[in-house]
């Protein structure tokens, strides 16, 4: 009967064990991120913080908003599968303040060519001219508009 | 109404609390109508199509400010001789960001082929990650998370692809996001955005109505590396047997 008598250091070690524990539950609880597990084993709003970058590039449909004119002309021409973006950079800062930002002026000079010099390794089926013999000195823009190409050409030929 | 202090106090209690709680969900701005569950995202590069322009890259670069040197894509062009099928002569200048120069033609077979992360459904590089900071979302795209990435690097020589490097500003993984930022918004990816000719397509395989359905099945379409079982989910049209 006199079996846990001398059992206060039992008690000792158990409250020692019993601190332990609630330390490491503690220190669990700070140092796991919140949303950690949300969906996986990682932190949930991880997600959420990528998708919060801002865009650079505004997105075709943006542009044809104010420049329905210019959308316009290219949609009837061969380049219409050509985004504005694809040649005029990424423009969301001038999307949304027209007034202060304003895209950079084009040398078509080098950028015509840079899809449409021939290269081998370009498929057959795309367009493609020797910069040096296709009307060098030109502009390109002089026969052909760069929102529809073909404009003029097509009513000749 | 007259208001002791605690009762005062008591009120404030759930705004404390709330604004508590914001703070420690670092009170991330949720898409209001983007719903992760319904989409698995994908993409498709089109071999037929490019033309080595290397305005994706550039795009890329623009849009998700990747330091110079460093690319979440590039573009490769592959020159095959006849006899020479397993050996490939590969070349990307630049990543391809500022186009080829044309190499005069001596009878090999020349193609250009884009390449990125493939946002593979059983991807190596977030199985071996020790703390969880790179992961597949629901919605089927492979992230790291830059606050909780340790630096070790381990991701990066898992991927089978090349796909990843270490971003020596923040010292942590980089990799593409399917400019998640950017899908997740209704948008496209900046990539696809600057891509001429069609040849890049983001494509939502969860979508019934997504025309890369139709394609898949009336194409001759591949994945790299398709031993490995990663799982890819950007699909290339047209790809050459040497191509690796």
């Avoid at chain 2, 381990?154 to 993984?173: E, K, L, S, W």
Wanted: proline residues 9%; charged residues 20%; positive net charge.
């Amino acid at each position: 009967m006199n079996r846990w008598r001398n059992g206060e250091h039992l008690l000792r070690v158990a409250l020692v064990y019993g601190l332990g524990v609630v330390a490491f539950v503690l220190l669990r609880m700070a140092l796991v991120p919140r949303s950690f597990g949300e969906f996986g084993h990682y932190r949930g709003n991880a997600i959420a913080e990528t998708a919060r970058q801002r865009p650079v590039f505004a997105g075709h449909q943006a542009c044809n908003l104010c420049h329905s004119d210019v959308a316009a002309l290219k949609r009837t021409g061969i380049h219409a599968g050509v985004h504005c973006e694809a040649c005029h950079g990424p423009q969301a800062a001038h999307a949304s303040d027209p007034g202060s930002v304003r895209p950079a002026r084009l040398a078509t000079a080098r950028l015509c060519v840079r899809c449409h010099a021939a290269n081998p390794a370009r498929p057959a089926a795309f367009p493609q001219i020797d910069p040096r013999r296709h009307n060098p000195g030109l502009p390109c823009e002089t026969c052909h508009p760069p929102h529809n190409p073909l404009q003029f050409l097509s009513q000749h030929s | 109404m007259n208001l002791t202090r605690r009762q005062c106090l008591l009120l404030l209690l759930p705004a404390a609390a709330a604004g508590w709680e914001a703070l420690q969900a670092g009170a991330p701005e949720r898409a209001p109508n983007y719903d992760k569950t319904q989409h698995w995202w994908g993409m498709l590069l089109d071999i037929s199509k490019c033309i080595g322009c290397g305005n994706c890259v550039r795009a890329c670069a623009a849009e998700n400010q990747v330091p110079p040197g460093y690319f979440r894509t590039w573009v490769e062009r592959y020159r095959v001789r006849d006899e020479d099928m397993p050996y490939p002569q590969v070349d990307s200048p630049d990543g391809g960001m500022h186009g080829f120069p044309p190499i005069p033609a001596d009878g090999m077979k020349e193609f250009f082929v884009p390449k990125m992360c493939n946002h593979c459904a059983d991807s190596p590089c977030t199985q071996v990650c020790p703390v969880g900071a790179t992961f597949i979302t629901p919605d089927g795209v492979v992230l790291v998370d830059k606050e909780y990435c340790l630096g070790c690097r381990y991701c990066i020589q898992a991927c089978p692809y090349g796909c990843r490097f270490f971003n020596p500003v923040t010292h942590t993984a980089e990799k593409c996001t399917l400019c998640y930022h950017r899908i997740t918004k209704g948008l496209t990816t900046a990539c696809c955005e600057a891509c001429p000719t069609g040849a890049r397509q983001l494509v939502d395989l969860k979508n019934p109505n997504d025309p890369i359905h139709a394609f898949l099945r009336t194409h001759n379409v591949a994945v790299l590396k398709p031993y490995l079982a990663t799982g890819a989910k950007v699909f290339y049209n047209d790809l050459d047997g040497s191509v690796r």
